[in-house]
């Protein structure tokens, strides 16, 4: 007993070698991608796919990692499933929340941070950058749209995109799946990943979606921003259900009128249309990738009416979902 409470309670402590992270990296050898997995059992937290300069796949730790850089980075960090934090010490106002379903983008000084597991399971994908690569990937747009960020990249400072993280839209989040489940190998597959990796770093910093989020840092209370999350989280996992703003609003602990001119700060659009939104590519899914027939994904996704379903899908999607079936030959 005495032992394990004594591997609880190291902090586990990640060096990034940005000579090492870049070895056969891609774009110009200045991006490169992670997914990690946290899985909890017997109140004991395991990590995959986090480099800890050693050979072991799974590592036990408590909720912190410390975390340093020999050189300055930029990370987008998407959290797929959990809530992670980041904290660089230095410049504790910093304090990153990025719960699940959402993402931002941090500048890592080379002092010391700490990355931040809540207690559950977790997955994340992140995309490492060299600060030089933004300007050539973006261009003027570098200079026009991120002046804090070349700022805090001149003088060292910390920095971060949104100080409340933004949701992943779903088509950056449908980027993100194809990164992950890559079907190529050999010079292809770097070919690939490199046009995946263009395309989702742009669509992130200039995409109609986020851009039209990110032009003014919404003004929320922690408490009322952390509730909304919880709602958005509700959506996702109950899409089979009536979604009523009344049940929605007690989730937040708000009223109705609140809830609703608090979620569209958030997420840019009315409850009902996020909840459309989200219904629409979750069947486009399970039609795609699972092979569902449509009255199974109508179904799924909380329409007992199948051509309702369609109406719906084709005013939000601009197609009906039977164009997603292969034609029978």
Known sequence: MGEEKHINSELLRKELRVGELFKNGFINNSVQFNEVEVTTKDNNSFIRGADFS????????????????????????FSLEGTYCYQPLRHIKYLV???ENHCNMFYYPTTEGRDIFFKGNAKLFEIYVKPSLLQTLLGTEFESSFEKLKAAITNSNSFVLWDKSKFIPPQIRSKINEIIQCPYKGEIRKTYLESKLTVLMIDFLLGRQTSKLSKTNIKLLNSDYLAIVKVEAHIRNNLKEPLKILDLANIAGFNATKLKRDFKKIYGVTVFKYITAIRMEVAKSLITQDGATIAFAAYEVGYANPQHFTTAFKRTMGYVPSELKPAVQ
Not at 55 to 77: A, G, M, P, R, W
Request: with cysteine.
């Open 97 to 99: 929340q990025i719960p």
């Open 54 to 77: 050693n050979l072991d796949l799974i590592h036990q730790f408590n909720s912190e990692i410390c975390v340093t850089s020999d050189k300055h980075l930029i990370k987008l960090h």
